[in-house]
């Protein structure tokens, strides 16, 4: 858990910790959409709403892009009004985020302690909010929600991964965090982040 896991999914959003005051912010993942008519890139190029980007697929072709940041416009089926032909506001209702279809980690951030909102590209897992180092290695969490399951995980004696909700997550924990003695360490930093005691 040092590293980005290797399996899919990562939640389309994450916490993490506020680029401008540290504290825990909400991360989400920007959509993309591909523009279907070379006519249409000046529409979304204009855009106040959509960032244009172009991309390379894995053979070499470019395509072209329209992104969309709901973390800082609001869901898209109520925001995206005008469209040109051919594009419903749903196209970027959690369909094909950049981290997982297009091999980038960017989104947009938004703090309610500092009232920071801004695009953001993601570095996991340093941005991660629940962290704790041990031993030179860094135990993370998605969320509070898997924050608080790992922590529990942690403490039990059976550590059956598959009662809980997170079980997948739970299950990629290194060894190295669930002895004895690194669990309840590890267990009692959880607890003050949880509790917003950073």
């Given at each position: 858990?040092t590293g980005?896991y290797?399996w899919?999914p990562?939640?389309?959003?994450l916490e ?12 989400e993942?920007?959509e993309?959409?591909k523009i ?8 979304f190029?204009?855009s106040?709403?959509f960032?244009?980007r ?17 973390g ?9 009004h005008?469209?040109p032909?051919?594009?419903t ?5 959690h369909?094909a985020?950049l ?10 951030v938004?703090?309610?302690r500092?009232g920071?909102r801004?695009?953001h ?6 941005d991660?909010?629940f962290?704790?180092a041990?031993?030179n290695q860094l135990?993370?969490a ?7 399951e790992l922590h ?24 190295v965090?669930?002895?004895r ?8 930093q959880?607890?003050?982040?949880i509790e917003?005691?950073?």
């Amino acid at each position: 858990m040092t590293g980005p896991y290797e399996w899919n999914p990562m939640p389309h959003q994450l916490e993490v910790k506020c680029p401008a005051c540290q504290e825990k912010a909400q991360f989400e993942f920007a959509e993309v959409q591909k523009i279907i008519l070379k006519e249409d890139i000046d529409f979304f190029k204009s855009s106040k709403v959509f960032e244009y980007r172009k991309f390379q697929d894995s053979c070499g072709h470019y395509w072209h892009g329209a992104l969309y940041y709901a973390g800082l416009h609001g869901d898209p089926e109520i925001t995206l009004h005008t469209l040109p032909k051919g594009y419903t506001p749903s196209d970027w209702k959690h369909s094909a985020y950049l981290y997982r279809s297009h091999g980038l980690d960017i989104g947009s951030v938004r703090c309610d302690r500092c009232g920071f909102r801004g695009k953001h590209s993601l570095q996991w897992p340093e941005d991660a909010y629940f962290s704790v180092a041990y031993k030179n290695q860094l135990l993370w969490a998605f969320n509070q929600e898997s924050a608080q399951e790992l922590h529990d995980y942690l403490l039990s004696f059976q550590r059956e991964h598959l009662k809980y909700k997170w079980a997948a997550f739970l299950l990629h924990v290194p060894t190295v965090f669930k002895t004895r003695k690194a669990s309840w360490t590890i267990s009692k930093q959880l607890c003050g982040l949880i509790e917003g005691k950073r």
